[in-house]
Every structure is written in C-alpha cells, then in structure tokens.
C-alpha cells in the first residue's frame, strides 16, 4: 500500500485519493463457551446399573434354571411310575413234621401226638388264611383310597386348566383350532399333565402347536426328553421381556387426535406379544416417576 501511495503522488497534478481505513472485523461470539457434550454417568448411577444388571443376569439364570428343574422333576416322574413296586414275600411257616407211627411203642400214644399235630396244623392254616385275608383288605383300601385321591387331584387339575383354557381362548382368536391339531398326540400321559400343571399351560399349548419344528421335535422324543424339553419351552416363555433402553432423547410428541395412542387392545394380539407390549410401557413408566 506504501509503494502504490508514492507512486500516485509524484504524478503531476493528480491529487491522492483519500486513504481507506479498513476495518478489522473482530469474530462475533455470544460470550458463551461451545456446549460440551453431557457429563458421564455419575459414580452412583454406574454402579446402580451395574447393580440392575447383575439382578437381570441372576434373573435369567434362576429361570433357565427353574425350567431345567421343571424338565427334571416330570423326568423322574415318569422313570418312578415306569418302577414295577418291590412287594414283599410272604413269609412261609415252616409245617411240623407229621407224627411218624414207627416211633410209637403204643398206638395210643401215636393217636394222640397225631391229633395233637393235626389241631396245630389246622390253626396255622386258619391264622394265614386270616392275615391273608387281613392283608388283602387293606391293600384293597389302600388303593380305593389313592385311586379316589387321584382321581380328585386329576378333576381339580382338569377343573383348573379348564378354565385357564377358557380365558387364554377368549384373548387368542384361533386357540381352540390349533390345538386340535390331529399332530399333536403327543399330548397325553405324563407330558399332558404336565402342560396342565403349568401356571402358563394353555400358552405352552398353543405356542407348541403353532410351531411346526416343536412339534416333529416333540414328537420324536421319548417321555423323559419331551418333559424336559416343555420345561426348557416354559422357561422360555416365562421369561420376562427385557427393559426398554432409556436414552436422553426427548420423549415422542403426542400424536394427532390427542389421545394416549400407544393402547393396544389385548384381543388383537397374541398373548406373548401384548405381555411383552405391556411390560415395556409398565417400566417405561416407572422409570419417568
């Protein structure tokens, strides 16, 4: 800018244009420093995390493990009812020997020791037929009575399913056909009682049924493997979905209508899917408290 200024001026009668002042623009700020990015997790809340985790690790193991156990005890039950029962043997009296006639000098004497013999005899024979009889009676009730316990466990049993079938069919459209599926006669005995024995027995069903790979699986497998594998598919089923993710970003805006809109009416869906559904909009409520 100095050499262009002396050029101008040693020109004749030329005045110099008036010289810019040119401004130096400072950077515009706000006076406020960048937002950095949020702090990490407080030590406090890492380690309640940690504490969840480990109780939802403890959670899963406890459930996969109640399934093994489910599996197990309908497996030794079956091995147990397959046991013919020892039954004791009877024990034999040893008969006296009768009376031999060549050791008597007198006849009388031989009469006597015989009819004395036979007396014996005839009361060891009247005493077993007694106990026999005796014994035999009371196995008989023995078994009146478990057959009517049984038989009361079973309608109580039968009673409870009943009804759990009943108000699972009414929240599952199509319930009713599918375990009416003829590929499923496997369905009985042991295996049977078991799935009604369950607190999720008609889900068991219906979840089996409509799984055509369980199905061949099932019905392959004998008695004790079927019976765990229903106790690994329970605890499957049991198990609860896990919690949703909680993230920082800010919560959906409410859709158009206004209205709650998440609802799901359970009758639209399967059981397991509204159960999962609702679980996770139960905890995301209660982590916003």
Do not use: C
Not at 8 to 37: M, N, W
Not at 235 to 246: F, H, T
Not at 259 to 282: A, F, N, Y
């Amino acid at each position: 800018m100095a050499d262009e200024n002396n050029a101008l001026t040693s020109a004749p009668e030329v005045t110099a244009p008036p010289t810019e002042t040119i401004e130096t623009v400072e950077p515009v700020t706000t006076g406020a420093a960048p937002q950095a990015d949020a702090a990490p997790d407080s030590e406090a809340l890492r380690a309640k995390k940690a504490q969840e985790t480990r109780e939802r690790i403890e959670e899963l193991n406890a459930r996969a493990k109640a399934g093994t156990e489910y599996g197990e005890y309908w497996r030794q039950r079956f091995e147990e009812s397959q046991k013919a029962p020892a039954v004791a043997a009877p024990v034999q009296d040893v008969p006296d020997p009768e009376p031999d006639p060549d050791k008597f000098d007198d006849p009388k004497d031989y009469t006597k020791a015989y009819a004395t013999w036979l007396r014996t005899e005839s009361s060891k024979e009247t005493r077993r037929a007694v106990q026999e009889a005796q014994t035999a009676a009371k196995a008989e009730a023995q078994r009146e009575f478990a057959s009517a316990k049984e038989a009361e466990r079973l309608k109580s049993l039968n009673d409870q399913f009943g009804l759990k079938q009943q108000q699972f069919a009414e929240k599952t459209p199509g319930y009713w056909d599918a375990v009416r599926n003829p590929a499923l006669s496997f369905f009985n005995g042991d295996f049977l009682e078991a799935v009604k024995s369950d607190e999720i027995g008609p889900q068991l069903a219906y979840h089996i049924a409509n799984t055509p790979a369980l199905v061949a699986k099932l019905a392959s497998q004998s008695v004790p493997q079927r019976l765990a594998t229903l106790g690994r598919i329970a605890a499957e089923l049991s198990r609860p979905a896990p919690p949703p993710k909680v993230t920082a970003a800010p919560a959906p805006p409410s859709p158009i209508g206004g209205g709650s809109g998440g609802e799901v009416d359970p009758s639209k869906l399967p059981i397991d899917d509204w159960m999962t559904h609702r679980t996770q909009e139960i905890l995301a409520k209660r982590q916003k408290r």
